[in-house]
């Protein structure tokens, strides 16, 4: 995750990374196709693999290790088991030096 502060506005900006947008087209999918849900909940690597109404998704060896270490019964567990081997959310905010 990036994000980026500005003083003067007091504005967060948050860019999305590529992996976090395959994560969520990978979600999105398992949310929308009982099919395709059934087959992440049941081998994720496959489902993975096999893609989604056309669509193909790209993730790295990590990833998909990460992904097919996952054994759960509903969506809601696999998101839960998949977010609990977060990176712990890293926040950069610079510090504006003052010369004296």
């Known amino acids: 995750m990036r994000y ?6 007091q504005t967060v900006t948050y ?8 994560v969520s087209r ?9 099919r ?3 087959q992440l909940l049941q081998d994720p690597a496959l489902a993975i693999a ?3 109404n056309g669509e193909s998704f790209t993730f790295t ?6 992904f097919s270490s996952i054994r759960a019964e509903s969506l809601s567990d ?3 088991q998949f977010l ?16 004296r």
């Open 4 to 9: 980026a502060m500005d003083f003067g506005s």
């Open 50 to 52: 096999q893609g989604y």
């Open 61 to 66: 060896p990590e990833m998909m290790e990460r």
């Open 84 to 99: 609990a081997h977060e990176m712990p959310l890293q926040v950069e905010i610079p510090i504006p030096v003052v010369a």
């Open 26 to 34: 990978l979600f999105c999918a398992a949310v929308v196709s009982k």
């Open 36 to 38: 395709f849900r059934d």
């Open 78 to 80: 696999f998101a839960a």
């Open 15 to 22: 860019n999305q990374t590529t992996t976090e947008a395959e």
